[in-house]
């Protein structure tokens, strides 16, 4: 992919989908061009790093007159993969595997999850929210068959680091984990952990700290 051919930092590839989702909205606006400086407000980042960001793909911007949407809109699909559909996997159906199966990834991102997986037979053989939920013994041969490399892992904690050496033996690469586990994995699989309710307490405790300031 063009990925591979550009050579650009860990910060500013975290940064692209930010400004590509931005962007998407402003092309629906009918938004023809954006300066550095409204992109830095809408997506939070300093509109130096921005112009630092975007000096990695060529000067892609004129000064005083902003950045053309539409061919930063191209530019960020092709890198970004957005032309070819990423099919994802689910493993552990409850609560927050069914709200993640009823998200519409697809709105902003060319990803859907095309299939999951649960160990609960009440759930497996069924398609939930226009996905089938698969038995986990027939996990590695459908990932294998659909050569999916990213899961979404939602099972219990208990499960976390089992579940995991499992789906990186049936070749996933890229694991989204909401579970609280840091799961440990072979090099090149890569994790990225999302962790809700340490997020929240995160949250309460600084809003806890502001409050003591206050008084
Ligand atoms: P949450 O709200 O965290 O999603 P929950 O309370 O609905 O969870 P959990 O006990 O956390 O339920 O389990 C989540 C799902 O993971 C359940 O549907 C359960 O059957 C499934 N599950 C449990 N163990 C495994 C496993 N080893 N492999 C695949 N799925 C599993």
């Known amino acids: 992919s063009l990925m591979d051919k550009i050579k650009i930092p860990k910060a500013t590839a975290r940064r692209l989908p930010l400004y590509y989702r931005y962007l998407i909205l402003l092309n629906e ?26 000096s990695y793909f060529g000067a892609l911007g004129k000064r005083g007159y902003g950045y053309d949407v539409k061919s930063l809109l191209g530019f960020f699909k092709k890198i970004l993969n957005q032309d070819t559909l990423t099919n ?12 993640l199966l009823n998200y519409n990834f697809k709105r902003s991102n060319n990803i859907r999850i095309s299939c999951a997986f649960d160990i609960n037979s009440d759930l497996t053989g069924k398609i939930v929210s226009g996905v089938p939920v698969y038995d986990m013994k027939d996990m590695i041969e459908q990932i294998r068959e659909q050569q999916i490399t990213i899961a979404i892992l939602t099972v219990p904690q208990i499960n976390a680091q089992k579940t995991a050496n499992e789906i990186v033996e049936a070749g996933v690469r890229g694991i989204m984990n909401f579970t609280p586990v840091r799961l440990s994995a072979p090099a090149g699989v ?7 309710a340490t997020e929240l307490q995160t949250l309460v405790y600084f809003l806890e700290s502001d409050k003591k300031i206050e008084d």
């Open 190 to 196: 890569r994790i990225q952990n999302v962790d809700l």
């Open 29 to 54: 606006e009918g938004k023809e061009k954006v300066s550095s400086t409204e992109l830095s407000e809408a997506v939070q980042v300093d509109s130096a790093s921005i112009r630092r960001d975007f």
């Open 88 to 99: 994802v996997a689910l493993i552990g159906v409850g609560n927050l595997g069914h709200a």
